[in-house]
C-alpha cells in the first residue's frame, strides 16, 4: 500500500489539479494506483485493521469500490484531493505504524 501510496505522491508532485484533465496517462495513472491501494487494503486482515485504527480502512476500501464500480463518473477533483492532500497523512500514518510495529517486534522485521 504504501509504495502505491507514495508512487501517486511522487506523480502529483509539481503538476497541477488541471493535468488530471489535460494529461490522459497522468489521470489514469492516479486512477489506477489509488485503486491498488484500496485492493490491496481488502487484502489486510480484519484484526490487523482493528488494531490499527488510525489508519481509514473503511475509507479507502469505499473509495476503491466507488472508482471501480463508478469508473465512467470520477470526480477528478475528489481524485486530486486523495492524492494531494490525504495521501501524504495516509503515508505517514502509515509509516508510523510500520515504525510501531518494527519496535515492538525489537527491530526484527
Known sequence: M?????????L??????????SDRL?????????EIVGE????VSEPFRISHPEVPWREIVGTRNRLIHGYDAVDRDILWTIA??????????????????????GGRS
Open 2 to 10: 504504501l509504495d502505491h501510496i507514495e508512487e501517486v505522491i511522487a
Open 12 to 21: 502529483a508532485r509539481g503538476r497541477q489539479r488541471v493535468d488530471l484533465d
Open 26 to 34: 497522468f489521470y489514469l495513472a492516479v486512477l489506477k494506483l489509488v
Open 40 to 43: 490491496a487494503s481488502t487484502r
Open 84 to 105: 494531494i492532500d490525504d495521501f501524504p497523512a495516509l503515508a505517514a500514518r502509515i509509516k508510523s505504524m510500520l515504525s510501531r510495529i518494527h519496535a515492538d517486534r
